[in-house]
T-cell receptor, first 114, second 111 residues
Framework: DGGITQSPKYLFRKEGQNVTLSCEQN?????MYWYRQDPGQGLRLIYY???????QKGDIAEGYSVSREKKESFPLTVTSAQKNPTAFYLC?????????????FGDGTRLSIL | GQNIDQPTEMTATEGAIVQINCTYQ??????LFWYQQHAGEAPTFLSY????GLEEKGRFSSFLSRSKGYSYLLLKELQMKDSASYLC????????????FGAGTTVTVRA
């Protein structure tokens, strides 16, 4: 079955440490996205990528970095510059954003500070 | 910028009907999506509207009025499993590849 796999499910970060969240999709979608969700809030866009080797900042990119070396993969690094990283991180993919096709989401990674 | 508003919480009784409103102000419009999200889980797609009117899918219906910047999600014959957060998301332009999400409405279904 096609889908999006995020790992790990839970992640703990020490102060001053960079951590990387994995996102892999086998839906053959061109576009991929990273969102952050805080308790009681909606999804805020961190970064997105429409095509391999290209990506754009979303609304809250500061303290985060991404790469898109393969169509299937879009890892997110939470750097030490992100002072409040505790949140639920969701990865999504989209079939070029056309028509009525929805974004598909992974199961999320919950990041906490040690 | 994008501004999408939804009520924060709603409570209803099992078997009843609940209507979740969503108003939006965006730079251009090319579709509105509704998602359901259970606590700690990924959002799942419920419905899509791009033209004015009502789209019905079983117990769930969604309505759109583009001139009013307004949509609602109607949940009928409520079940306990419908207790979740419901997210309204707007695509602002056809080639923008982005969705703007509302903060979500938490629906609690009581027995």
């Amino acid at each position: 079955d096609g889908g999006i796999t995020q790992s790990p499910k839970y992640l703990f970060r020490k102060e001053g440490q960079n951590v990387t969240l994995s996102c892999e999709q086998n839906l053959n979608h061109d576009a991929m996205y990273w969102y952050r969700q805080d308790p009681g809030q909606g999804l805020r866009l961190i970064y997105y990528s429409q095509i391999v080797n290209d990506f754009q900042k979303g609304d809250i990119a500061e303290g985060y970095s991404v790469s898109r070396e393969k169509k299937e993969s879009f890892p997110l690094t939470v750097t030490s510059a992100q002072k409040n990283p505790t949140a639920f991180y969701l990865c999504a993919s989209w079939d070029r954003g056309f028509g009525n096709q929805p974004q598909h989401f992974g199961d999320g990674t919950r990041l906490s500070i040690l | 910028g994008q501004n999408i508003d939804q009520p924060t919480e709603m409570t209803a009784t099992e078997g009843a009907i609940v209507q979740i409103n969503c108003t939006y102000q965006t730079s251009g419009f090319n579709g509105l999506f509704w998602y359901q999200q259970h606590a700690g889980e990924a959002p799942t797609f419920l419905s899509y509207n791009v033209l004015d009117g009502l789209e019905e899918k079983g117990r769930f219906s969604s309505f759109l009025s583009r001139s009013k910047g307004y949509s609602y999600l109607l949940l009928k014959e409520l079940q306990m499993k419908d207790s979740a957060s419901y997210l309204c998301a707007v695509r602002s332009t056809r080639n923008d590849y982005k969705l703007s999400f509302g903060a979500g409405t938490t629906v609690t279904v009581r027995a």
